[in-house]
């Protein structure tokens, strides 16, 4: 075998293994994956269409990742929605948020304004849309979600502030859903969002900051049922 044929069959192996990634990495904040599913590799084989190394490869990863757990010898599972790791992902989200949004309302100019104004009309027509949605919370929901919250803080002017909470986010996109889909019809998104975007449009910092603490404490709060447990989103 050639060098050039070993770095192409080393390309296509890191090449199926990032897809592998990517998938079930999206499955399980989905929920399409659910807590507690036994990942066994001959089922995912023929969910996915990839072999069982650049699975494997996957699953350790997703396992560093917090979404799965390892059990030695009896393969992998997806992990469980535990409220403590949330509460925690919750608490240092929240605070590097509003930090986040204290600049970018400093910082903001009239291209970022223009940016949240975007972002609050797709957000709006989102929030409309969802009480009516089946088998879950929509990715359009999700997008445009992601979307409304970056906006608002996308003039802080802090890239590290930036990289950390584009991690939390992430950590907390499956719990968050979980709780989006257990509110849908009787929480009101579309007023929360509303009024944040409109304190944030008028430069008041202490009111949108609030605003934004207790929309997240609302998220939370939701997702805890009796005795502590959580439900995932299907």
């Not at 009480?131 to 359009?140: A, F, T, Y």
């Not at 986010?169 to 968050?176: A, G, P």
């Not at 997240?216 to 939701?222: G, K, N």
Request: hydrophobic share 40%; glycine share 8%.
């Amino acid at each position: 075998m050639t060098q050039t044929t070993t770095l192409a069959a080393n390309t296509e192996a890191q090449t199926l293994s990032e897809t592998a990634y990517r998938n079930l990495k999206s499955d399980i904040i989905r929920g399409e994956r659910v807590p507690g599913e036994r990942l066994r590799i001959e089922r995912l084989k023929g969910i996915y269409g990839i072999g069982p190394t650049p699975l494997r490869e996957a699953l350790q990863k997703l396992s560093q990742d917090g979404l799965v757990t390892s059990e030695g010898n009896r393969g992998f599972t997806v992990a469980p929605l535990d409220p403590g790791e949330f509460a925690d992902l919750n608490l240092a989200r929240t605070a590097i948020e509003k930090e986040a949004l204290r600049l970018s309302i400093e910082k903001g100019d009239d291209d970022w304004e223009a940016r949240v104004v975007a972002a609050s009309y797709i957000m709006r027509k989102e929030d409309k849309a969802l009480p009516s949605s089946q088998g879950g919370v929509p990715d359009s929901w999700e997008r445009a979600n992601a979307e409304f919250h970056t906006a608002l803080v996308s003039a802080c002017g802090s890239a590290w502030l930036l990289k950390i909470r584009a991690g939390l986010h992430e950590l907390c996109e499956r719990y968050r859903r979980a709780s989006v889909y257990q509110k849908m019809g009787s929480r009101n998104l579309e007023t929360e969002h509303a009024e944040i975007a409109e304190a944030v449009l008028a430069r008041d910092t202490g009111r949108a900051v609030e605003l934004v603490e207790r929309h997240f404490a609302l998220t939370a709060s939701s997702l805890i049922k009796e005795k502590g447990t959580l439900a995932p989103a299907r």
